[in-house]
């Protein structure tokens, strides 16, 4: 959905639903903000309920009437569902493909078996940045976590030197590249270039992955060497498998919705025509949906189809990818709707009148603003959305390129040091067998360094294109 058929959507509510000043906005945003981290952090309530409270918490202290609260979140959960719910459950869906045909096994097999020594933890921050493409975080750490413990303990590999490349290639495709459902959401919020963003995200994901997984894991072995514990390696998804797609297949497979977006930037730049058949043609074919559509799709055949599934099991798979994706679609609902309510507030139009006066670059106070709500939510998610919602007006006069690099300075920000609020946290501490110490020296730490380094190379690209 385009960023007019949004504001096309939010018709009844572009006006601001209350004639509140700058301290009454200014004290309305903390108490919303602290309500949803007062209720996520203390009371452990579902994110989703946590931001619908907090928005109707926003508008009151905002002082406006809960009616037209009400319409705005609304308005602005529907419009957010509308725009990337199709993306998310697509992309859901290949994932599942990936990983129940065995197609994810064979490419990190095949990598593996052409790296040793020491390129080992590249060959991971390789693996880890192609799976993680069409991938949920989460649903990647437990595809690679029997990988990285069973390569750790058959080379005698330092944990933390295969395992952070691994988790930074996660990482940075999670906060910074789109179809993930945080850098989409971003893109919708501000009116970004879809292919612009990705061409930039995969431009700034690539030396941050660099710099937060080999590299940095060489220092992250040295303060914390610890074993693969053995208690924590599970069965691999396609060991039940008679036979497995080819490595070529399911590269193609994977990256064939980001070679179609690409390419539509590409054409939108050097055609620059909107009536001529090629721009046409690959805006349709480039768009999010018809990309990632085009290798479901695909995967049918290129990774149910040699995994031996019938039509019966294809449908199961579809059904098993779906499945799991509720939870997230209401969040980032949830997450449209607040951003909604912080904009008909007039809160985006106190952050830019506000920003004006300050010398403060935009795309910075995207960023701080983002890692402000992550370390207080634990959640990327959140971050990227309220931030998102917070910093919209600013990409009014931005080029096209200025406002994809916005989104990816919120999703840089929206990666800065994960501790003991977040799920991630916890996840890699009990697959890793860490201490909360152990843990915080290395993964929160390497997500510090991937949202430093990702909004400094997002700054020095502002300052060049």
Excluded: C
């Amino acid at each position: 959905m385009t960023r007019l058929s949004v504001e096309m959507l939010a018709a009844d509510t572009v006006e601001p639903i209350t004639s509140a000043g700058h301290a009454q906005l200014g004290l309305a945003v903390v108490a919303g903000i602290a309500v949803i981290v007062l209720l996520i952090t203390k009371f452990k309530l579902h994110a989703f309920l946590a931001l619908t409270i907090g928005s109707l918490a926003l508008g009151a202290f905002a002082g406006a009437p809960l009616d037209k609260v009400i319409l705005s979140f609304t308005t602005g959960l529907g419009a957010t569902v509308a725009s990337v719910g199709v993306l998310i459950a697509l992309g859901a869906i290949l994932g599942r493909m990936l990983t129940d045909s065995g197609g994810a096994d064979q490419i990190v097999d095949t990598i593996l078996a052409r790296a040793g020594g020491r390129s080992m933890p590249w060959a991971m921050v390789l693996i880890a940045s192609v799976i993680g493409l069409p991938l949920f975080f989460e649903v990647g750490v437990v595809l690679l976590i029997p990988v990285v413990l069973m390569v750790a303990r058959r080379g005698n590999y330092s944990l933390m030197r295969i395992g952070i490349p691994a988790l930074a290639g996660l990482s940075v495709m999670h906060g910074l590249v789109p179809p993930h459902p945080g850098p989409l959401v971003a893109i919708d919020a501000v009116g970004a270039n879809l292919g612009v963003t990705l061409a930039l995200g995969v431009l700034v994901a690539i030396p941050t992955v660099v710099i937060a997984g080999p590299l940095f894991s060489r220092t992250a072995a040295r303060w914390v060497d610890v074993p693969a514990p053995d208690r924590m390696i599970p069965q691999r998804p396609s060991e039940d498998l008679d036979k497995r797609p080819g490595f070529g297949a399911t590269l193609v497979t994977i990256l064939l919705p980001v070679v179609l977006m690409l390419a539509k930037a590409l054409v939108d730049i050097v055609v620059d025509d909107p009536t001529h058949t090629v721009q046409r043609v690959f805006d349709v074919v480039g768009s999010p949906m018809i990309a990632l559509l085009a290798a479901v799709l695909l995967g049918i055949f290129t990774l149910g189809r040699p995994a031996g599934f019938s039509k019966e099991r294809v449908a199961q798979v579809v059904e098993k990818g779906l499945a799991p994706i509720a939870g997230i679609l209401l969040i980032v609902g949830a997450g449209g709707g607040f951003k909604q309510t912080l904009i008909d507030s007039g809160v985006g139009r106190m952050v830019l009148e506000i920003s004006e006066n300050w010398s403060i670059p935009a795309l910075l106070l995207a960023w701080l603003i983002a890692v402000a709500i992550r370390l207080a939510t634990g959640s990327a998610t959140v971050a990227t959305i309220s931030a998102a919602g917070l910093v919209a007006p600013l990409a009014a006069d931005m080029s096209t390129t200025h406002t994809a690099l916005l989104v990816l300075a919120i999703g840089a920000g929206s990666l800065f040091f994960s501790h003991v609020n977040d799920a991630g946290f916890w996840l890699v501490k009990e697959y890793f067998g860490l201490t909360v110490g152990q843990n915080i020296k290395t993964w929160s730490v390497m997500e510090t360094i991937i949202s430093v380094v990702a909004g400094g190379f997002v700054l020095l690209l502002s300052l060049i294109l």
